[in-house]
């Protein structure tokens, strides 16, 4: 076919696709990444469809081919397209997660000066425009970034129109250099035998080439050697090696070699246990369903510690005696050595990973790597569901409940929702794993779209053994007590003890939350809105309380409305407001703060991890982050701190989450031979959340919540998409949305879209970042983002379908 739709890679260009002709003599595929014409710039682009005729009239040339081989897959052709469709994306944001690391590159402006500026007289120029001229007289090409430095960035652009507009410059624009290449390496071997080799080094050495014959000398005892190897054993230059390999001695070729990121030496490899009943049937369901080349999703619903990783350990090996192969997603806290020594133990050499901590280097070889299909097991991340496995047979999500499977930048993907769309395409089967699945799989399972497995007991310290109990503390007793402490009477008897013993202690605090909403500390009144019913939200900057559903507002009362205690006051404390108070009550404990504030750098999580598990610290503080990716033996002890803040957030999965998050902290106790108690602190102890999660009760938890759902119209029931627009003034903002709102109300009225309803403007919950203001509208209905795909949405607005929560 003569012509190329292609998705062009730049920033005005992302929301479309653009017909190029292709030249004769040049074959193109689809998936094919192409250079192509593109104003007058030369630009990368991403064939997506041939076509008999172009979309346009006037078509430009492709240039030529970036890569021989095909990019991408029709398959991730396919997918790409979904992605963009259902999340309502540009075309390029949804092909950029497919590509291969550092593979974007931008354009850079330069200038430089005409015959004319050589010669022209300075003195009718403004002092910019002298500034720019000086400049571009003295070197040859000025980068726009350089000119930005001297001007400022806006003055820099408009002095730059007025010397094209004057011919005194001309602009033209250059791809940014490549910023990763293969890794190559110089190999030396010898070119003679041994013997003559030892007879030319004396020789070379007689005649005072002491750097060669010393090199001569050692490649005759090994053989070859890498060129950093000779350099460190005979000092030898790159020289040393032209002026040997010159006289045919030796010989020196360059080889690729590939950056590794697992480092095998200290994995000793493992064989499979024998599985327990509950895994075997398990482990049956799923290994009947792969073969079969149908995609196909299961649950897997099993308590921490119940042998998940077992599975999919067991059930990616069966995918790979069929030929096929895997991704295993976990969240990104979770991605530590333990888990990818788990996989890579069992997976010999056959193990790949994508970190964002991994070198650019190391990124760049493990994904041509996987592309060449060198690995059966690829382990990440959430974007490691884009990872180019060929042959793909099953792909696991771990913790499937984690919020961070969710992308907050466009494209604002659901892992989840890729990972199904893939196999759907690739005939592959799913493996979703979760002590506390979301509420919405578990719908599905229960529905009957997904197979619900279930594992229901734990296998650790023995099988069987009992979840940990967990004591639940009314902190409005201790207040009736006279104990205004953070720490409970209990909770402080419990840590005392547990530091007298040398085990350890970990206080878990939510943060989400705190500090957003006010409640009576007398009878735990949460104040909330008369009309939506849920909490008002405290806005420092108005000193305010507002609704984040009706936006209505009312000032901080002074006493409670209900009991007019005067106790009424803000809840929120940070994890440092904790460490100090920890310090005061336990100054014999060593403590070790983790939250995001204390996490920076490459290495930290695992460091703070590290000095834990090595017993370098008495009590770990941290937020929801310290909740997994944990297992310490000498944890006896874990206390939520303020474990109910989350529950009260203007957001329909509030309850979830804080009940994920309870269990979660339960599972992190007891799971050595020292046993273990969780004391959960809270101001609403009657809550169905951490009633359920008390009692370690996923089915009532999820009978109450779906009910919920139910009533309230939230999600599985209808589609959500949320629609922010943000700019420094709020009141613009506010205009915008009210806008944007009349314009959807008329589309729906127009196009009969009746059941879809339009909730706002509302501040969003993060009413202000990083000096911009927020305002959204939410869409419910069954098919919100087929509505919201016919309708053009205007610059500025961040649409993002299916969020994972509203606050
Ligand atoms: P989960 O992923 O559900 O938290 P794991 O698979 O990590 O559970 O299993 C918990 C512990 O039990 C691990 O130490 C694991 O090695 C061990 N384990 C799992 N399955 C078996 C089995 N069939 N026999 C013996 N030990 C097992
Ligand atoms: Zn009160
Ligand atoms: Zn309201």
Request: glycine content about 6%.
């Amino acid at each position: 076919m003569p012509y190329a739709e292609v998705s062009v890679n730049s920033p005005v260009a992302r929301h479309q696709l653009f017909s190029y002709a292709i030249p004769d003599g040049l074959s193109i595929d689809i998936g094919q990444a192409v250079w192509v014409p593109f104003g007058d710039r030369v630009l990368q682009g991403i064939v997506l469809e041939l076509s008999q005729h172009p979309s346009v009239e006037q078509t430009r040339e492709i240039i030529g081919v970036i890569n021989e081989q095909r990019l991408l897959s029709p398959a991730q052709v396919t997918l790409a397209g979904w992605l963009s469709n259902y999340y309502l994306c540009p075309l390029f944001d949804a092909i950029a997660p497919l590509l291969p690391p550092a593979f974007e590159r931008k354009t850079l402006t330069f200038i430089s000066a005409t015959a004319i500026a050589e010669s022209c007289v300075l003195s009718t120029l403004t002092p910019p425009q002298r500034q720019a001229i000086e400049l571009a007289r003295r070197s040859a090409k000025v980068s726009l970034k350089q000119l930005e430095r001297l001007l400022g960035k806006k003055r820099a652009q408009t002095t730059i129109s007025q010397l094209v507009a004057r011919n005194l410059i001309t602009r033209n624009y250059q791809l940014e250099p490549v910023r990763v290449k293969p890794k190559q390496e110089l190999f030396l071997s010898l070119a003679i035998d041994t013997d003559k080799a030892r007879q030319a080094s004396i020789n070379l050495h007689e005649k005072g080439a002491t750097r060669q014959a010393a090199l001569l000398d050692f490649l005759s005892r090994c053989g070859s050697a890498t060129m950093a190897e000779a350099r460190k054993s005979s000092r030898c230059q790159a020289d040393t090696v032209k002026a040997l390999a010159g006289k045919g001695l030796i010989t020196a070729v360059k080889v690729e070699v590939k950056r590794q990121p697992i480092d095998y030496k200290n994995i000793t490899a493992t064989s499979p246990p024998g599985l327990t009943n509950s895994q075997k049937s398990v482990l049956s369901a799923i290994r009947e369903s792969l073969p079969q080349n149908k995609a196909a999703t299961f649950l897997l619903h099993g308590v921490t510690g119940s042998g998940k990783t077992e599975i999919y350990l067991q059930a990616l090996a069966e995918a790979v005696k069929l030929g096929k192969r895997g991704i295993v997603l976990v969240p990104e806290i979770s991605l530590t050595p333990q888990t990818i020594e788990r996989f890579a133990s069992r997976f010999r050499h056959r193990v790949a990973v994508i970190h964002s901590h991994l070198s650019l280097g190391e990124q760049f070889d493990q994904w041509r790597q996987i592309k060449n299909g060198e690995f059966d097991v690829v382990i990440g991340a959430r974007s490691a569901v884009f990872a180019p496995q060929p042959d793909l047979g099953l792909i696991v999500i771990d913790e499937e409940h984690e919020w961070s499977y969710k992308q907050d930048i466009s494209p604002r993907y659901h892992t989840r929702s890729v990972a199904m769309k893939l196999a759907e395409l690739a005939g592959a089967v799913v493996i979703l794993g979760s002590a506390t699945p979301d509420v919405e799989s578990f719908y599905h399972a229960k529905r009957g779209d997904y197979h619900l497995l279930e594992l229901p007991r734990r296998i650790t310290p023995y099988d069987g053994s009992a979840l940990p109990r967990v004591e639940l503390i009314d902190m409005k007793d201790e207040l009736k007590a006279g104990n205004a402490s953070i720490f409970s009477r209990s909770l402080k008897l419990a840590i005392d003890k547990a530091i007298t013993n040398k085990e350890q202690v970990i206080l878990f605090f939510n943060r989400r939350g705190a500090a957003t909403f006010i409640q009576c500390r007398n009878c735990s009144l949460v104040l909330q809105c008369r009309r939506c019913y849920t909490s008002l939200n405290y806005h420092s900057a108005e000193d305010a309380l507002v609704c984040h559903h009706c936006n209505y507002k009312m000032p901080v009362p002074q006493a409670c409305p209900r009991c007019h205690s005067r106790r009424i006051k803000f809840l929120g404390i940070g994890t440092q407001k904790l460490e100090q108070e920890a310090s005061l009550s336990f100054p014999q404990a060593r403590l070790l703060r983790w939250d995001s504030d204390a996490i920076r750098g490459k290495h930290s999580h695992q460091e703070i991890m590290d000095r834990f598990r090595t017993h370098k610290a008495d009590i770990l503080i941290g937020t929801q982050m310290i909740a997994k990716g944990l297992d310490l033996p000498r944890v006896t002890l874990v206390g939520g701190v303020s474990a109910d803040t989350g529950l009260n957030l203007p957001d329909f999965r509030a309850g979830e989450r804080s009940f994920q998050l309870l269990c979660q902290v339960a599972g992190r106790a007891g799971r050595g031979p020292l046993g273990g108690r969780v004391i959960i602190q809270s101001f609403c102890p009657q809550h169905y959340a951490i009633q359920a999660a008390l009692k370690h009760d996923y089915a009532s938890f999820y009978n109450q919540v779906i009910g919920y759902r139910r009533q309230l119209h939230s999600p599985p029931f209808p589609q959500i998409v949320r629609l922010t627009f943000s700019h420094t003034s709020d009141s613009l903002c506010y205009k915008e949305t009210t806008r944007m709102k009349q314009m959807l109300a008329l589309e729906i009225d127009a196009t009969g879209a009746v059941d879809i309803n339009l909730i706002g403007p509302t501040p969003a919950f993060v009413h202000r970042l990083r000096g911009r203001f927020r305002w959204q509208l939410i869409l419910r209905g069954n098919e919100t983002s087929a509505f919201l795909s016919r309708v053009a949405i205007p610059q500025g607005w961040a649409v993002d379908v299916d969020p994972v929560g509203l606050a």
